[in-house]
Antibody, heavy 121, light 109 residues
């Protein structure tokens, strides 16, 4: 079945970086977009950015520009999200999700199970 | 960036009643790129509706989506106990930032 499996929870110090992985299976990885979102404790969903696996294009949320980088490794069907210069307000559950390109029918599904990143000194 | 505003913030209803959740966009959204999600505590969002009105695989037919342009609606025809959680809308127009609404919490009255 189509699924996205994310890496495990992380605890980081302020100023450090974190890299979360999202391994895809059950579909042609290079045909879709992977988008990342996060959810701080008790808050709503915040969109972070997307990467088109088929052409490498990216689009990042303005507030994260310069701190976030999204990449893919097509040999392992894995997407990565790296966030640098971590602050306490980056503490959140981070999600990846598969989005269809314009020429494919379907919706944003599935989602990964989420990765908790805690930033604390 | 398209801003999505969901209303109400909290909706208090009883099982068996009908729920109507609203999502209003700051500018026109192509209906092909409007989704609704359900999120239970401690879980990832679950896709309910995409393309403004198409139910995702396995979603019961008591969930329906409608709307176009800047006004979209999620309707739950007969509330079940497990429906009392949080719902989000999202637009994901190609080449634009994908934005979420702030969410509507469905509470048991």
């Amino acid at each position: 079945q189509v699924q996205l499996v994310q890496s495990g929870a992380e605890v980081k110090s302020p100023g450090a970086s974190v890299k979360v992985s999202c391994k895809a299976s059950g579909y042609i990885f290079t045909s879709y977009v992977i988008s990342w979102a996060r959810q701080a404790p008790g808050q709503g969903l915040e969109w972070m950015g997307w990467i088109s696996v088929y052409n490498g294009n990216t689009n990042y949320a303005q507030k994260l520009q310069g701190r976030v980088t999204m990449t893919t490794d097509t040999s392992t069907s894995t997407a990565y999200m790296e966030l640098r210069s971590l602050r306490s307000d980056d503490t959140a559950v981070y999600y990846c999700a598969r989005y269809p390109p314009p020429w494919l029918v379907g919706g944003p599904d599935p989602w990964g199970q989420g990765t908790l990143v805690t930033v604390s000194s | 960036e398209i801003v999505l505003t969901q209303s109400p913030g909290t909706l208090s209803l009883s099982p068996g009643e009908r729920a109507t959740l609203s999502c209003r966009a700051s500018q026109s959204v192509s209906g092909s790129y409007l989704a609704w999600y359900q999120q239970k505590p401690g879980q990832a969002p679950r896709l309910l509706i995409y393309g403004a009105f198409t139910r995702a695989t396995g979603i019961p037919d008591r969930f329906s989506g409608s709307g176009s342009g800047t006004d979209f609606t999620l309707t739950i025809s007969r509330l079940e106990p497990e429906d009392f959680v949080v719902y989000y809308c999202q637009q994901y127009s190609n080449s634009l930032p994908y934005t979420f609404g702030q969410g509507t919490k469905l509470d048991i009255k």
